[in-house]
């Protein structure tokens, strides 16, 4: 059984380029969520996808944009990169019904230096 | 809003030394409580969790108890292992459909032999 897996591992851009950051949820699950860690600090919630449409969102401006595909699998894309984007970005999948509703498994995250 | 606070770290203990890290949370109404632990280079990876007061979830010797009285939720171990080193988040989630989760700074713990 795949756990959720993301791509890129690693990644290097330059300030104002764009990312685009992929994951695969746990099989079985139907709802992806997105958060941001940066070093020595917990995740911070960027947003969360279900049905292909963005449910929730935490403090983070529009450059940051999302989409989920019918088959559950996701993306991040951050646009007009600033230094301060640098962090690991970490896919949380889950159910969204049921008893094990939002219990999140993560994957091992895409770490994004801005230069 | 929700918020976690966690004890400051990092944390260092001899290997057979029993570990207290401290969580409380301020929340409304009556969310799920949980500890994720993130070992070198990996994701997250869930401890345990508790989703009602005074339930306790435990895992591999872990525990923690879910307090609402003192709204809190302290991991505790009796014996760490030098494979316990990792960094343990306390992280808690509200109980409507969907609900985010809102994590701790994280506590590291190492452990020597």
């Known amino acids: 059984d795949a756990g959720v897996t993301q791509s890129p591992t690693h990644l290097i851009k330059t300030r104002g380029q764009q990312v685009t950051l992929r994951c695969s949820p746990k099989s079985g699950h139907d709802t992806v969520s997105w958060y941001q860690q940066a070093l020595g600090q917990g995740p911070q919630f960027i947003f969360q996808y279900y049905e292909e449409e963005e449910r929730q969102r935490g403090n983070f401006p529009d450059r940051f944009s999302g989409h989920q595909y019918p088959n559950y699998s996701s993306e991040l894309n951050v646009n007009a990169l600033l230094l301060g984007d640098s962090a690991l970005y970490l896919c949380a999948s889950s159910l969204y019904f049921g008893q094990l509703a939002g219990e999140l498994f993560f994957g091992e995250g895409s770490r994004l230096t801005v230069l | ?113």
């Open chain 2, 1 to 113: 809003g929700n918020s976690v606070t966690q004890m400051e770290g990092p944390v260092t203990l001899s290997e057979e030394a029993f570990l207290t890290i401290n969580c409380t949370y301020t929340a409304t109404g009556y969310p799920s409580l949980f500890w994720y632990v993130q070992y070198p280079g990996e994701g997250l990876q869930l401890l345990l969790k508790a989703t009602k007061a005074d339930d306790k979830g435990s895992n591999k010797g872990f525990e923690a108890t879910y307090r609402k009285e003192t709204t809190s939720f302290h991991l505790e171990k009796g014996s760490v292992q030098v494979s316990d080193s990792a960094v343990y988040f306390c992280a808690l989630r509200g109980n409507n459909y969907g609900q985010n989760f809102v994590f701790g700074p994280g506590t590291r713990l190492s452990v020597l032999p």
